[in-house]
């Protein structure tokens, strides 16, 4: 065999075998070859997901649960790639963080509603209230929105017509209980409940502060409503990425049954599946 036979040889096969290791499909032994998802989420309660996880893992996909203290970076870290994909947010915060900070992300399916309600370590009935009364709610636009709405359905303050779902301060055109409104951070409101009368409060937020949200809220929003709807929980991608079959594949694993069991379970009802 000559050189320049010798010579082609060696090439094909080292282009053969940088082809096969590209492709990433199996391991130099036959097996699958393990993907990763890194999914970001915000508060302690992972069950729901850790469920996800362990089926995810039957399949060799690993998902790793990147936590989140607070609503701001978990889009931040997706649009800079840190993690690949996250499922914190209501439909109507996501629209706006994105259209507020230019981000190119997507929803690619949706996971839970849950809804946001009134808890006091003060009093029992939302009548009771008394005039002049501290109230708190999130500070952030969206939920700050729908915490005047949820006040306003609660009978203590009234909105300007046509505000939508995000009305602001200015919006409030009657308060005849005169309520002293603070705006917090949505994640601190539960450790400065005892600092006010009554406290608007995220049904992830008071999950994780050990609040039973159909129990212990004092008035609870109305799952029924059409507006509701803008208050889905969903995963969020990079756009670029919103075809990607592993990812896909995490929302199928998600969207099933069990998962729907998992959630019955863990919030007792005070979340509800919308898939």
């Given at each position: ?7 082609a040889?060696?090439?094909a ?49 690993q998902?790793?649960i990147?936590?989140f ?25 996501f ?12 929803s690619?399916?949706?996971?839970v509603?849950?809804p ?32 005047l ?5 609660a ?11 995000k ?31 009554i ?6 937020v008071a ?18 409503k059409?507006?509701?709807k ?11 990425d919103?075809?990607?079959t ?12 069990e ?10 009802g ?6």
């Amino acid at each position: 065999m000559n050189i320049k036979r010798i010579g082609a040889i060696a090439i094909a096969l080292t282009i053969g075998a940088t082809a096969l290791a590209g492709c990433g499909a199996k391991s130099a032994s036959g097996e699958k070859k393990k993907e990763v998802i890194k999914l970001g989420v915000t508060g302690d309660d992972h069950r729901v997901w850790d469920n996800v996880k362990e089926r995810l893992a039957k399949e060799n996909i690993q998902l790793d649960i990147v936590t989140f203290s607070d609503y701001v970076r978990p889009n931040q870290a997706l649009n800079d790639g840190d993690i690949d994909a996250n499922a914190f947010q209501t439909i109507a915060y996501f629209d706006q963080f994105k259209k507020d900070h230019n981000l190119d992300l997507t929803s690619i399916g949706y996971t839970v509603l849950a809804p946001m309600g009134i808890y006091s370590k003060k009093i029992k009935d939302i009548k009771t209230l008394k005039d002049g009364a501290k109230v708190a709610i999130p500070n952030d636009a969206t939920n700050e929105g729908r915490a005047l709405l949820l006040l306003q359905d609660a009978g203590l303050i009234k909105l300007k017509e046509g505000t939508g779902i995000k009305p602001t301060f200015k919006d409030i055109v009657g308060n005849t209980k005169k309520l002293n409104i603070t705006e917090l951070v949505a994640t601190q409101i539960p450790r400065s409940i005892e600092d006010v009368d009554i406290a608007v409060i995220n049904n992830g937020v008071a999950v994780d502060a050990g609040y039973a949200p159909l129990k212990d809220s004092i008035y609870i929003e109305d799952t029924k409503k059409e507006s509701s709807k803008n208050y889905f929980n969903l995963i969020a991608v990079r756009t670029k990425d919103k075809d990607s079959t592993l990812l896909k594949r995490l929302v199928e694993v998600y969207q099933t049954d069990e998962t729907k069991k998992v959630i019955e379970e863990t919030t007792k009802g005070s979340s509800i599946p919308v898939f």
